[in-house]
């Protein structure tokens, strides 16, 4: 898999629901309102992780109450967070967005004193260009990311670029497209950069400006690649958009994962990159709802039935409809969770429980692993299980491995206990899904929007003890 960089913005959104955009001199009450993690950059990372690409984010936000809020939900998503700089007695950037009934929007942004990490941090971090295969950078202010943008493909870095609107031109923007073997950029962006032509014909001019790859997304319509050969579409699906912010991001974040981890080609590519981007827009927040590759492909497949999506359906689509939530040990349905008092014998050792014999696979060391399985308590297994500075912390493959992982923990603990299988069965087809907001990679995130891995893969289980 390759790991990718993206370098670029983190913010708050404001959501406010409203009936219109309102006039001069004319007042609204809003029906609703939200405070959501988003931002370009963060956007654009929150999915390419969450499809399962090894992605960071080199970004900069405050240490106010905004800057904490983006910074718990990264760390929630279990996402690298080291190169997100936090800045003393500077404030957020937070966008407040005004969404309609149509799910278009207006919206108004309250930069910070950096939108971008600043030129002396982006500085700092140039030695890390060298973990990653690839640099993503969002290119709203060219002149921000363009030494970065070069240190890597003098490193022989891959280079891709998202101009969104390009709402600096393109004198301010050529250096930058030069650079880049991907060139993204939004309707308005191609209209921005070459207001007298075509969107066909701005991608040609691009395309001889320097990128291998010229990608204009057109939202509702769809999608358009250039490749110097030929022009590639997409239209769009038909959904009901809720909220069509983030939808972009989300969009370039699935090509860039089909493109760079799936080896896709060109029609199927802008199709994925497409599902992506209508997914995203049926949600509040660019990240409201977390992409994978199972939502992805039925999503695609109940579009060409020519089907409406209703995505709350998506996670139930072969069970019984019934929903079964469990998180706490000594909840109802305790008993799935992994911190429950069933012992499991794995590699040949007798593990306290799941959660402790999961978190030693962390590590490499047999003698760290032997300090977790001794752990007092789950709580402490997971405070040594996480600790990156241990010296055998297993970073580089882990991301790859912990859903096997948990596959065999949970796998061992259902089949040993013959209780817990019978209980296992019992449930049938019912959705099983860990209720939390803590978690939005094992968990559901409390409101439908997270992986919850911990419960499908209890469901994998089901399946294979029957």
């Known amino acids: 898999m390759k790991k990718l960089l993206v370098i670029g913005d983190t913010d708050i959104d ?3 629901t409203i009936p219109k955009i309102p006039t001069w001199d004319e007042g609204i009450l809003a029906t609703g309102s939200a405070f959501l993690p988003g931002g370009k950059g963060a956007n654009t990372a929150v999915q390419l992780f ?4 090894p992605a960071s984010l080199l970004s900069c936000i405050g240490d106010d109450s905004f800057g904490k809020k983006s910074l718990e939900w ?9 190169y ?3 800045e003393p007695g500077v404030p957020t950037t937070f966008c407040v967005m005004l969404l309609d009934p149509s799910g278009e929007k207006a919206l108004i942004v309250a930069p910070s004193i950096h939108i971008y990490p600043p030129l002396e941090v982006i500085d700092t971090y140039k030695g890390v260009l060298s973990e990653f295969d690839h640099v993503h950078v969002i290119g709203l202010q060219p002149h921000e990311v363009l030494s970065i943008a070069m240190q890597a493909k003098g490193r022989g870095l891959q280079l891709s670029v998202d101009l969104d609107s390009a709402s600096q031109g393109l004198e301010a923007s050529r250096a930058l497209i030069g650079a880049s073997d991907i060139l993204f950029m939004n309707r308005q962006g191609a209209y921005n950069l070459f207001p007298d032509k075509s969107i066909r014909e701005s991608l040609v001019d691009l395309y001889a400006m320097g990128p291998s790859q010229v990608v204009c997304t057109l939202g509702a319509e769809g999608i358009i690649l250039y490749n110097g050969t030929v022009f590639v579409e997409s239209p769009g699906f038909h959904i009901h958009p809720i909220d069509t912010t983030g939808s972009g991001d989300a969009c370039i974040a699935a090509y860039l994962h089909g493109w760079l981890n799936e080896g896709m080609e060109d029609e199927r590519l802008l199709a994925y990159a497409n599902a992506a981007g209508a997914l995203v827009a049926m949600y509040k927040g660019g990240q409201g709802i977390l992409l994978d590759n199972q939502v ?10 020519d089907t409406i999506m209703d995505t709350a359906n998506i996670y139930f689509e072969g069970t019984s409809g019934q929903k079964i939530n469990f998180y706490e040990p000594y909840d109802a ?6 911190l429950s008092d069933h012992p499991i014998v794995f590699d040949g050792l007798t593990w306290p429980s799941v959660e402790h014999c999961y978190q030693a696979q962390k590590h490499a060391d047999l003698a760290y692993r032997e300090r977790i399985r001794h752990a007092a308590t789950c709580r402490e297994a997971i405070a040594l299980g996480r600790n990156e500075a241990s010296g055998s912390y297993r970073k580089d493959e882990w991301m790859d491995i912990r859903l096997d992982v948990m596959r ?12 817990l299988k019978e209980k296992l069965l019992a449930t049938g087809d019912a959705y099983l899904s860990e209720h939390t907001d803590n978690d939005f990679f094992w968990g ?13 893969i209890i469901m994998e289980v089901r399946e294979q003890l029957r």
């Open 50 to 53: 969450s499809l399962g690409s």
């Open 408 to 419: 065999q923990v949970v796998l061992a603990k259902f089949s040993q206990h013959i209780d």
């Open 74 to 82: 990264i760390q929630k998503l279990h996402m690298d967070n080291r």
């Open 444 to 456: 559901d995130g409390l409101n439908g929007t997270g992986k919850n891995w911990l419960g499908r």
């Open 296 to 305: 992805m492909e039925q999503f695609i497949q109940a579009q060409h039935k």
């Open 84 to 86: 997100i700089c936090v």
């Open 14 to 16: 404001i959501f406010l």
């Open 333 to 338: 349905y305790g008993y799935f969770c992994n």
